[in-house]
DNA sequence: CGCAAGCCGGAGAACGCTTTCCCTGTTACG
DNA sequence: CGTAACAGGGAAAGCGTTCTCCGGCTTGCG
């Protein structure tokens, strides 16, 4: 039972009839590079197309060609600016290859993402991008790996963010590196007492950071106590959670809070405020990313930067370049801010 | 010249040949509804689907049953946390109904945004969301009807968010009204002294939320002087902007400092507070969206709350009803923080 | 003037599916 | 036991494109 009005939509065949020519000269004049089709029949085509108001099915092009022009892009949450921001670089570089994105959320689960991705494989994308935070342990990884090769065996690209771990091209983020600078700094801040809220520890990039920055301390005989880790999620609640655990035992001495992402950075500020003491003052914070909001708390936090928009950007490069072997990594540089006042 | 390994993906074909069945007999057993494949010779071709591990080809499914499972949505830019709840709304909506989500962003260029729907209408999709912050006094306004008016003519739907002036369905935002209640609950806390910071005055949104504010105001009297009205971008750096050109013309007696968007107060925020400043103490500021991060802010701004997510999750609930005239207002309520004490 | 060599339009196959239609069982009922 | 009804497999016709041929026309050259 179809609406009544429900026209079906122009065809190339409507097109070429009303050109008066053939169906193959209509495709050559409106897509069909190579061969060349005589000006007066060309500005006929696209004149009727014009007038019909025109628009290829991409499916049919598709299917016709053997081939999208599409993007897959998995992100975690997009919700959280990590992920928007690269989604955003990812989006803004595959419009201006002529490529359409489509998108789909693991919500953080493997599973949704190993379904995710063989739903996606469905596409034929030329691309596809995963911008999970991936665990490490689980048993789904190599169900998905295996999709991910079949998928590349095709002729498919797959490219992972900060995954390197992976038997895929990634554009690796200099986590730990990143992590070992901003200690050093810290350190040179005259800071010696350290707290670190972390992700689930079978999370790579928190794990990373984490050991990066515990490394960038030790090259400086500093450790921090074992019960001054906690692991929470690796959310803004997950931070807020983290910093009333460190509160629940007692800050004592420590001076200096690290989380391993700006998010969970910010909401441990928001935890540290509501128990009275001001971060910045009373205790220094400080995260990783440099995500826009981190500007405008109060104070504003030291990070290490990630130029996440180009991180999507690059995950496009990389996938459409030819050579296989260029895996790519991103520099991070450390932002000191009001969060960490020189002591 | 292709990469020699690069193997064809699997095909129904090969799976009814794996099988020992017919094509259509594969085809049925794997989706087509309707008709009934007996068991044994359902299970040969599921086994031999899991066994070639094949996934449908949807460019194929498309063309051949003339119609996709796509919902394309248009944002203005992903990573505005305004926009980017929405999109996550969106595309939690879709994957429940099996949609695919393709996104877009026309970064607040409406040239962009007709050229987008003209290629997206490529794709066929089912539905099309346009979450944009539209302008109405655009030349491009009646082209972008029409493109859309010709999508909806094919059976496609339109959902706009937030856009109740144009002929298509909406997820209306109680705009105004929100506005409208925000300003009573600020007068009954004493404040009596206001200033604005809106974006573009031909932006639908920002214009009836600053309207609605105004109107409340006016119910006790009170009035916003002409120039204690700032119009910036409706960005972060608008609102930072907006902030120094009231700052510059003197602040005076100015009690309280309405962005009407979330990101525009947070970036007034930062302005205040490097011009020394107190946000809360020394000036009142509140916003509209309620977005997440204007919980951690300093202090917590007072805003009107828009449930976001909901927003994208009706969105598609809108376009997949059956029955037209379902326009779905969707409520906002005031929520007073700490940026705006008692006085 | 004859013929090879482009150029370029058109017919039609192909892409990977769905779906209609046909046709062969099998069941049920008088 | 005859036949009508139905179940369900298979052949083949699409769906809207692209692309490979084919062949007619023009050109150019000996």
Redesign the pocket.
Known sequence: MEIASRK?PV???DVAREAG?????A??A???SE????ES?RSRVLDAAARLNYT??LS??A????GTNTVALLVADIADPYFSSIAAGVIRASEEAGLVVTMAVTERSTARELELVRALRGQRPRVMILAGSRSSTETDQDALISELQAFEATGGRVVFVSQHELPFETVAIENAEGAKQLARELVALGYRRFAAITGSRTLLTARDRLSGFVEGLAESGIEIPENRIVATEFTRDGGFDGANALLAQGLDDTELIFAVSDVMAVGALSALREAGIVPGEDIAVAGFDDIPTVRDVTPPLSTVNIPLVEVGRRAIALALSTDDTANDTITTTVVLRDSTPSR
């Open positions: 079906a065809t190339l065949h020519v053939s169906l193959a000269t495709s050559r409106l897509n069909g061969r060349k089709v005589h029949y290829p099915n049919a092009q299917v016709a060609k053997g």
